[in-house]
Protein backbone atom coordinates (compact mmCIF):
# COMPACT_ATOMS: atom_id res chain seq x y z
CA UNK A 1 0.00 0.00 0.00
CA UNK A 2 1.37 3.35 -0.98
CA UNK A 3 1.97 5.51 2.09
CA UNK A 4 2.98 8.83 -0.09
CA UNK A 5 1.83 12.13 1.62
CA UNK A 6 1.22 15.12 0.17
CA UNK A 7 1.71 17.59 3.36
CA UNK A 8 -0.44 21.24 3.80
CA UNK A 9 2.59 23.64 4.00
CA UNK A 10 0.28 26.00 5.87
CA UNK A 11 -1.46 23.55 8.29
CA UNK A 12 -0.06 20.69 7.73
CA UNK A 13 -2.53 18.50 7.01
CA UNK A 14 -2.08 15.32 5.04
CA UNK A 15 -3.37 13.20 2.27
CA UNK A 16 -2.48 10.62 0.09
CA UNK A 17 -0.59 11.96 -2.86
CA UNK A 18 -2.79 10.25 -5.33
CA UNK A 19 -5.76 11.75 -4.27
CA UNK A 20 -4.27 15.48 -5.14
CA UNK A 21 -3.76 17.49 -7.87
CA UNK A 22 -0.33 17.71 -7.55
CA UNK A 23 0.80 18.76 -10.76
CA UNK A 24 2.95 16.41 -12.90
CA UNK A 25 6.41 18.78 -13.47
CA UNK A 26 6.10 18.69 -9.62
CA UNK A 27 6.50 14.97 -9.70
CA UNK A 28 8.79 15.33 -12.33
CA UNK A 29 10.77 17.84 -10.29
CA UNK A 30 10.34 15.49 -7.05
CA UNK A 31 11.59 12.21 -9.29
CA UNK A 32 14.67 14.60 -10.39
CA UNK A 33 15.32 15.48 -6.46
CA UNK A 34 14.96 11.99 -5.35
CA UNK A 35 17.80 10.63 -7.65
CA UNK A 36 19.68 13.74 -6.16
CA UNK A 37 19.33 11.77 -2.35
CA UNK A 38 17.14 14.89 -1.53
CA UNK A 39 13.64 14.43 0.40
CA UNK A 40 10.53 13.88 -1.84
CA UNK A 41 7.72 16.54 -1.21
CA UNK A 42 5.97 19.05 -2.13
CA UNK A 43 7.55 21.77 0.13
CA UNK A 44 4.69 24.57 -0.30
CA UNK A 45 1.63 22.67 -1.46
CA UNK A 46 -1.42 24.54 -0.09
CA UNK A 47 -4.79 22.19 0.71
CA UNK A 48 -7.75 22.92 -0.54
CA UNK A 49 -9.08 24.23 3.16
CA UNK A 50 -5.78 26.45 3.53
CA UNK A 51 -6.61 27.74 -0.45
CA UNK A 52 -10.50 28.45 0.64
CA UNK A 53 -9.74 29.96 3.77
CA UNK A 54 -7.56 32.28 1.79
CA UNK A 55 -3.54 31.40 3.81
CA UNK A 56 -2.28 30.88 0.43
CA UNK A 57 -3.20 30.89 -3.31
CA UNK A 58 -2.23 27.74 -5.67
CA UNK A 59 0.29 28.96 -8.19
CA UNK A 60 0.46 27.18 -11.46
CA UNK A 61 4.51 26.05 -12.19
CA UNK A 62 4.00 25.58 -16.24
CA UNK A 63 3.67 28.93 -16.35
CA UNK A 64 7.04 29.86 -14.39
CA UNK A 65 10.71 29.90 -15.13
CA UNK A 66 13.73 29.91 -12.61
CA UNK A 67 17.55 30.31 -13.54
CA UNK A 68 18.97 27.63 -11.95
CA UNK A 69 17.53 24.18 -11.41
CA UNK A 70 14.69 24.14 -8.55
CA UNK A 71 10.97 23.47 -7.41
CA UNK A 72 8.45 24.98 -9.03
CA UNK A 73 6.18 27.00 -6.52
CA UNK A 74 3.29 25.60 -5.72
CA UNK A 75 1.63 28.34 -4.27
CA UNK A 76 2.53 31.39 -2.92
CA UNK A 77 1.27 32.93 0.32
CA UNK A 78 2.09 36.93 1.24
CA UNK A 79 5.64 37.43 2.06
CA UNK A 80 6.81 40.19 5.02
CA UNK A 81 10.09 41.70 4.32
CA UNK A 82 11.90 44.79 5.13
CA UNK A 83 12.78 47.33 2.64
CA UNK A 84 16.28 47.76 1.93
CA UNK A 85 16.15 51.13 1.36
CA UNK A 86 13.78 52.97 3.31
CA UNK A 87 14.15 49.76 6.08
CA UNK A 88 10.00 49.91 6.42
CA UNK A 89 8.15 46.10 6.38
CA UNK A 90 6.37 45.35 3.27
CA UNK A 91 4.16 43.42 2.03
CA UNK A 92 4.63 41.00 -1.37
CA UNK A 93 1.54 39.71 -1.00
CA UNK A 94 0.62 36.55 -2.94
CA UNK A 95 -1.33 38.45 -5.67
CA UNK A 96 1.44 40.76 -6.53
CA UNK A 97 3.74 37.22 -6.52
CA UNK A 98 1.50 35.70 -9.07
CA UNK A 99 1.18 38.21 -11.48
CA UNK A 100 5.35 38.69 -10.65
CA UNK A 101 6.21 35.07 -11.36
CA UNK A 102 3.58 33.84 -13.92
CA UNK A 103 2.43 36.86 -15.96
CA UNK A 104 5.25 38.83 -16.42
CA UNK A 105 7.61 35.43 -16.45
CA UNK A 106 10.37 36.79 -13.94
CA UNK A 107 12.57 34.26 -12.35
CA UNK A 108 11.50 32.35 -9.19
CA UNK A 109 14.85 33.46 -7.84
CA UNK A 110 14.12 37.13 -8.40
CA UNK A 111 12.80 38.48 -4.99
CA UNK A 112 12.25 42.25 -4.23
CA UNK A 113 14.23 43.80 -1.67
CA UNK A 114 12.45 47.33 -1.51
CA UNK A 115 8.81 48.37 -1.15
CA UNK A 116 6.53 49.22 -3.58
CA UNK A 117 7.25 52.89 -3.31
CA UNK A 118 11.04 52.60 -3.07
CA UNK A 119 10.89 50.44 -6.69
CA UNK A 120 9.07 53.03 -8.08
CA UNK A 121 11.73 55.65 -7.23
CA UNK A 122 14.63 53.61 -8.51
CA UNK A 123 12.75 53.23 -11.68
CA UNK A 124 12.46 57.05 -11.96
CA UNK A 125 16.15 57.76 -11.57
CA UNK A 126 17.39 55.00 -13.53
CA UNK A 127 15.10 56.54 -16.23
CA UNK A 128 16.31 59.86 -15.53
CA UNK A 129 20.00 58.79 -15.87
CA UNK A 130 19.61 56.97 -19.18
CA UNK A 131 18.39 60.72 -20.41
CA UNK A 132 21.28 62.62 -18.40
CA UNK A 133 23.72 60.35 -20.35
CA UNK A 134 21.76 60.76 -23.93
CA UNK A 135 21.03 64.38 -23.37
CA UNK A 136 25.27 65.05 -22.09
CA UNK A 137 26.33 63.21 -25.59
CA UNK A 138 26.20 66.48 -27.29
CA UNK A 139 24.00 69.00 -25.46
CA UNK A 140 23.48 71.67 -28.26
CA UNK A 141 20.86 74.35 -27.39
CA UNK A 142 19.81 76.32 -23.92
CA UNK A 143 16.28 73.22 -23.87
CA UNK A 144 19.22 70.73 -23.24
CA UNK A 145 21.48 72.27 -20.60
CA UNK A 146 18.05 73.07 -18.89
CA UNK A 147 16.92 70.07 -19.21
CA UNK A 148 20.27 68.72 -18.16
CA UNK A 149 20.25 71.00 -14.99
CA UNK A 150 16.56 70.18 -14.00
CA UNK A 151 17.72 66.80 -13.78
CA UNK A 152 20.74 67.10 -11.64
CA UNK A 153 18.13 69.72 -9.58
CA UNK A 154 16.26 66.28 -9.03
CA UNK A 155 18.97 64.46 -8.72
CA UNK A 156 20.15 66.91 -5.79
CA UNK A 157 23.55 67.63 -7.04
CA UNK A 158 23.18 71.38 -7.54
CA UNK A 159 26.44 72.63 -8.02
CA UNK A 160 26.10 70.71 -11.59
CA UNK A 161 22.10 72.02 -11.87
CA UNK A 162 23.81 75.50 -11.07
CA UNK A 163 26.50 74.91 -13.92
CA UNK A 164 23.91 73.08 -16.40
CA UNK A 165 21.59 75.87 -15.90
CA UNK A 166 24.24 79.51 -15.93
CA UNK A 167 25.13 77.67 -19.24
CA UNK A 168 21.55 77.29 -20.78
CA UNK A 169 20.99 81.50 -19.26
CA UNK A 170 23.80 82.26 -21.26
CA UNK A 171 22.80 80.40 -24.36
CA UNK A 172 19.15 82.41 -24.33
CA UNK A 173 18.66 85.48 -26.14
CA UNK A 174 15.33 86.36 -24.95
CA UNK A 175 15.42 88.93 -21.43
CA UNK A 176 12.30 86.85 -19.76
CA UNK A 177 13.86 83.69 -20.46
CA UNK A 178 17.57 84.80 -18.93
CA UNK A 179 15.50 86.37 -15.95
CA UNK A 180 13.53 83.21 -14.83
CA UNK A 181 16.63 81.06 -15.14
CA UNK A 182 18.66 83.45 -13.18
CA UNK A 183 15.88 83.43 -10.40
CA UNK A 184 15.92 79.56 -10.62
CA UNK A 185 20.01 79.55 -10.66
CA UNK A 186 19.47 81.94 -7.65
CA UNK A 187 16.58 79.11 -6.41
CA UNK A 188 19.61 76.01 -5.83
CA UNK A 189 23.11 77.78 -5.67
CA UNK A 190 23.08 77.42 -1.89
CA UNK A 191 21.16 73.99 -1.62
CA UNK A 192 24.21 71.43 -0.51
CA UNK A 193 24.92 68.09 -2.80
CA UNK A 194 23.22 65.50 -1.19
CA UNK A 195 25.65 62.77 -0.29
CA UNK A 196 23.02 59.72 -1.18
CA UNK A 197 24.43 57.65 -4.16
CA UNK A 198 22.77 58.57 -7.84
CA UNK A 199 21.13 56.91 -8.57
CA UNK A 200 20.24 54.87 -5.81
CA UNK A 201 20.85 51.34 -5.84
CA UNK A 202 19.06 48.98 -4.49
CA UNK A 203 21.15 46.97 -2.24
CA UNK A 204 19.72 43.70 -0.71
CA UNK A 205 19.11 43.49 2.95
CA UNK A 206 17.45 39.96 3.22
CA UNK A 207 18.90 38.66 0.54
CA UNK A 208 17.24 35.01 1.62
CA UNK A 209 14.55 36.72 4.23
CA UNK A 210 11.67 35.08 1.31
CA UNK A 211 14.05 31.84 0.74
CA UNK A 212 13.45 31.79 4.57
CA UNK A 213 10.18 31.46 5.15
CA UNK A 214 9.77 29.21 2.15
CA UNK A 215 12.99 26.91 4.25
CA UNK A 216 11.41 27.10 7.31
CA UNK A 217 7.91 25.53 5.69
CA UNK A 218 9.82 22.77 3.72
CA UNK A 219 11.62 21.70 6.50
CA UNK A 220 7.98 21.73 8.99
CA UNK A 221 6.71 19.64 5.96
CA UNK A 222 9.39 17.32 6.25
CA UNK A 223 9.58 16.48 9.88
CA UNK A 224 5.35 16.33 9.39
CA UNK A 225 6.07 13.29 6.64
CA UNK A 226 8.92 12.13 8.85
CA UNK A 227 6.39 11.24 11.78
CA UNK A 228 4.17 10.01 9.00
CA UNK A 229 6.25 7.12 8.01
CA UNK A 230 6.09 8.50 4.49
CA UNK A 231 7.88 6.24 2.46
CA UNK A 232 9.42 8.57 -0.16
CA UNK A 233 10.94 10.79 2.51
CA UNK A 234 14.84 10.24 2.35
CA UNK A 235 17.74 11.69 4.52
CA UNK A 236 18.80 14.94 3.41
CA UNK A 237 22.65 14.00 1.59
CA UNK A 238 23.82 16.48 4.74
CA UNK A 239 22.53 14.01 7.26
CA UNK A 240 23.43 11.00 5.34
ZN1 LIG B 1 -3.68 23.50 4.79
ZN1 LIG C 1 11.16 51.28 0.77
Redesign the pocket.
Known sequence: MSREFAV??????HRFWKDTDLPAVERANQDRYLRAGWTKQAADW??????A?G??VRACPEKQVWETFRWPALSFADFAGICGLCRENFLFSAAEQQRFYEESGVPLEVVPNNCGGCREIVRRQKAAQVRLEELLVDPAGAEDFESIGEIYAGAQRYKKAVEALRRARNLHTDPNEKQRLRARVDELRDKPDSPEPWPLSSYSSNPHFYNEQRLQRADAVRDKRVELGDRWVLKRPDEA
Request: with cysteine; charged share 5%; hydrophobic share 55%.
Open positions: CAYCLAVCPACEAVA
